[in-house]
T-cell receptor
Framework: GNSVTQMEGPVTLSEEAFLTINCTYTATGYPSLFWYVQYPGEGLQLLLKATKADDKGSNKGFEATYRKETTSFHLEKGSVQVSDSAVYFCALSDQGSSNTGKLIFGQGTTLQVKP | KAGVTQTPRYLIKTRGQQVTLSCSPISGHRSVSWYQQTPGQGLQFLFEYFSETQRNKGNFPGRFSGRQFSNSRSEMNVSTLELGDSALYLC?????????????FGPGTRLLVL
């Protein structure tokens, strides 16, 4: 079945450090891939998306490239800030037989950025 | 545009009771999906509605049900509440139903079952 695996957290970084959060997926078709972020006490916010192989999604300094050959969609940011502290979720939407918008999420990775 | 709104934001119920949660999608969005978020199971898909029809359902017992109205607003109902139903329930809307559609989430309803 379809699944998403994220690196376990928490990830603790100092401000201005480089961030990578690994995400790999298993899918039967050609999924669309997403990164969502959840701040404490809030819902999920879309961070970026990519819909086909080699697409690069980017937003607010975050980037992720859809790598079909390695079934990966790793999230990166060159210089993190304290305000980036949150939980990050990788998700996929697969064609499947039902062809609906059902999202399958990874377990989430907590990022803590220290001043 | 206003985002996805969910009411109520917080709810406390006791075992055996039932609860109804409400979701208003972004204006113009016709698809609404519901997810349950718990520390142990993470984010799990409950169901999706499009044009008042349930298009997909996750692996949850029949105590979990939902519906969508002609204005795209949606409700979900949980009957005979159990302690394990304590969770954050998230609603998401998208323009259409289909893979690749971007889903926009509301702030969630936090349900505590005592």
């Amino acid at each position: 079945g379809n699944s998403v695996t994220q690196m376990e957290g928490p990830v603790t970084l100092s401000e201005e450090a480089f961030l990578t959060i690994n995400c790999t997926y298993t899918a039967t078709g050609y999924p669309s891939l997403f990164w969502y972020v959840q701040y404490p006490g809030e819902g999920l916010q879309l961070l970026l998306k990519a819909t086909k192989a080699d697409d690069k999604g980017s937003n607010k300094g975050f980037e992720a490239t859809y790598r079909k050959e390695t079934t990966s969609f790793h999230l990166e940011k060159g210089s993190v800030q304290v305000s980036d502290s949150a939980v990050y979720f990788c998700a996929l939407s697969d064609q499947g037989s039902s062809n609906t918008g059902k999202l399958i999420f990874g377990q989430g990775t907590t990022l803590q950025v220290k001043p | 545009k206003a985002g996805v709104t969910q009411t109520p934001r917080y709810l406390i119920k006791t075992r055996g009771q039932q609860v109804t949660l409400s979701c208003s999608p972004i204006s113009g969005h016709r698809s609404v999906s519901w997810y349950q978020q718990t520390p142990g199971q993470g984010l799990q898909f409950l169901f999706e509605y499009f044009s008042e029809t349930q298009r997909n359902k996750g692996n949850f017992p029949g105590r979990f049900s939902g519906r969508q109205f002609s204005n795209s607003r949606s409700e979900m109902n949980v009957s005979t509440l159990e302690l394990g139903d304590s969770a954050l329930y998230l609603c998401a809307s998208s323009l259409y139903s289909g893979y690749g559609e971007t889903q926009y989430f509301g702030p969630g309803t936090r349900l505590l079952v005592l």
